[in-house]
């Protein structure tokens, strides 16, 4: 029954597009709806590697021919190793990543293992959740990214009618044939929502960008998605794989920022080993291949 409805809901609104793009939105809508099942009950391991531009600094001295030309930005590079999960917030409903991380540049962090981060995922209280956030974005990290690995949830059946979808080419990845079509938003709140530390706006940004299906089943392998404001740019791609657990998972996420056409900051994360778990108070892990 639930298959037959997302069936519907797609087909109704895509009656007029192309063959292609209908299998791929009634594709999409199903593996949206498997990743919202299942990301709930998994937790896996994060790593994520960060260079960024420092934040200039209120003095700095400068002399000679050095104080007449642009200070060249100061970069930072971070490597974080987290615990990694998904969860729904009860002020929005929404699912998110949470992070517990276990390492800084190579450096051990105490925390409560998997199954802590397990328990926080089941709470229905908010506060523990954003209490991982925040320390998450407080390891040394210049304008840390959040939420790439569930982009998937974008073309969910409730939100796919949203979008528009165009066949663009075939080609490959990773030895693996796949069919590559555009996207772009047409109706309904804009996806994006960022946070401009620089100027403390929160922005909500129109997205578009391309997914890439296997050219037999069409189950998604890569989305990508790029939005702009002004002078600041946003670029992201998510590759996911199939695991044992029915829907797909995140394996790696790449994200850049440019202001002014320029760098400023690039994330990329690498997802593995993920692990099932039951709703009862004693957590134990369902062991399963992680994503390839």
């Known amino acids: 029954m639930f298959r037959f ?5 797609a087909a109704a609104s895509l009656a007029f597009a192309d063959e292609r793009s209908q299998r791929l939105a009634l594709r999409l809508a ?41 200070a060249e930005p100061e970069w930072q590079t971070r490597k974080i190793d987290s615990e990694y999960g ?38 229905s209280d908010d506060s523990r959740k954003r209490e991982l956030l925040k320390q998450f974005e407080e390891h ?28 663009r ?16 938003q047409i109706d309904g709140p804009n996806a ?10 929160t922005k909500a940004l129109e997205i578009r960008g391309e997914i890439w299906v296997r050219g037999d089943t069409y189950v998604p392998v890569r989305i990508t998605l790029a939005s702009e404001s002004g002078a600041l740019r946003q670029e992201a791609i998510v590759d996911y794989a199939m695991s044992r657990f029915g829907a797909v998972l995140p394996a790696a996420t790449s994200h850049r920022e440019l202001r ?13 080993d993920f692990r099932r778990f039951g709703a009862s108070a004693d957590i134990v892990f369902e062991t399963g291949d992680s994503p390839r």
């Open 140 to 167: 040394g990290l210049i304008g840390a990214v959040t939420d790439f690995g569930p982009l998937i949830l974008l073309f969910a059946p409730g939100n796919i009618v949203r979008y528009e979808f165009t066949f």
């Open 260 to 272: 002014n056409g320029k760098l400023a900051a690039e994330n990329n994360f690498i997802y593995s």
């Open 192 to 201: 994006l929502t960022f946070i401009d530390k620089e100027s403390n706006e």
């Open 30 to 70: 199903e593996e949206a709806a498997a990743f919202g099942r299942v990301a709930p009950r998994v937790v896996g391991r994060e790593s994520l590697e960060q260079r960024a531009q420092k934040p200039p600094g209120r003095f700095r001295i400068r002399v000679g021919k050095a104080a007449t030309q642009p």
């Open 86 to 123: 998904f969860t729904t917030f009860a002020s929005d409903g929404s699912l998110h990543e949470l992070h517990q991380v276990t390492a800084v540049d190579g450096k051990a962090v105490k925390n409560g293992g998997p199954e802590a981060l397990a328990r926080i995922i089941l709470a």
């Open 169 to 184: 080419n075939v080609g490959t990845l990773r030895g693996v044939p796949v069919e590559v079509f555009g996207y772009k």
């Open 5 to 9: 409805a997302i069936v519907f809901l």
